[in-house]
């Protein structure tokens, strides 16, 4: 079935450990983003990509980088996470035609 | 920078009442205006969009209208129902951007039975 996944869903990490979350979307989707959201919270965009080998930093200043070496997979890494990026990450990637981003289920994450 | 502003951030209403969300953008380059959907626990779901060349659109309980000379746009939902509540976010996206979307703030819609 054509979806968007993240994985891991939860994660508990200590401070300074590196992190790196899952993205992939089988609906061949050029554009992919990261979002940072606080629970019931605005949604912030800290990432996104035109396609393979293109990254561009949003509207959030954030510490994580991403790279895209393939079209279906878009991951984010934390080099030394912080108790400050304790958030949820949510992926999207746009359809080209309809303009709609679908969103995955997103990474709920805790640095500890 | 671009900068989309909503309202009201909390919206009680009684089932079967209408409910209205107002959002302002600051970009008038901005041709793209989704509304998203997201309850408790769950990924944001698109429920309706409109693009600049049009003033309104409607499915069936819910519809999107678009002032563009004001910079406004509105979604309405009408006959509300015990499920319609969630957070609901407004969007705007430049397509020369990337289609990257600039959130509002959220309304939290509250339905009560």
């Known amino acids: 079935e054509a979806d968007i996944y993240q994985t891991p869903r939860y994660l508990v990490i200590g401070t300074g450990k590196k992190i790196t979350l899952e993205c992939s979307q089988t609906?061949?989707?050029?554009?992919m983003y990261w979002y940072q959201q606080d629970p019931g919270m605005e949604l912030h965009l800290i990432h996104y990509?035109?396609?393979?080998?293109?990254?561009e930093k949003g509207d959030l200043s954030s510490e994580s980088t991403v790279s895209r070496i393939r079209t279906e997979h878009f991951p984010l890494t934390l080099e030394s996470a912080r108790p400050s990026h304790t958030s949820q990450y949510l992926c999207?990637?746009?359809?080209?035609?309809?303009?709609?981003?679908?969103f995955g289920p997103g990474t709920r994450l805790t640095v500890t | 920078g671009e900068n989309v502003e909503q309202h009201p951030s909390t919206l009680s209403v009684q089932e079967g009442d209408s409910a209205v969300i107002k959002c302002t953008y600051s970009?008038?380059?901005?041709?793209?205006f989704p509304w998203y959907k997201q309850e408790l626990g769950k990924r944001p779901q698109l429920i309706i969009d409109?693009?600049?060349?049009?003033g309104e659109k409607k499915d069936q309980r819910i519809a999107v209208t678009l002032n563009k000379t004001a910079k406004h746009f509105s979604l309405h939902i009408t006959e509300t129902q015990p499920e319609d509540s969630a957070v609901y976010f407004c969007a705007a996206s430049w397509n020369n951007q990337g289609g990257k979307l600039i959130f509002g703030q959220g309304t939290e819609l509250s339905v009560k039975p």
């Open positions: 970009d008038s380059a901005s041709n793209y």
């Open positions: 409109i693009r600049s060349n049009v």
């Open positions: 999207a990637s746009r359809d080209w035609q309809t303009y709609e981003q679908y």
């Open positions: 990509s035109y396609g393979v080998n293109s990254t």
């Open positions: 609906m061949g989707h050029d554009k």
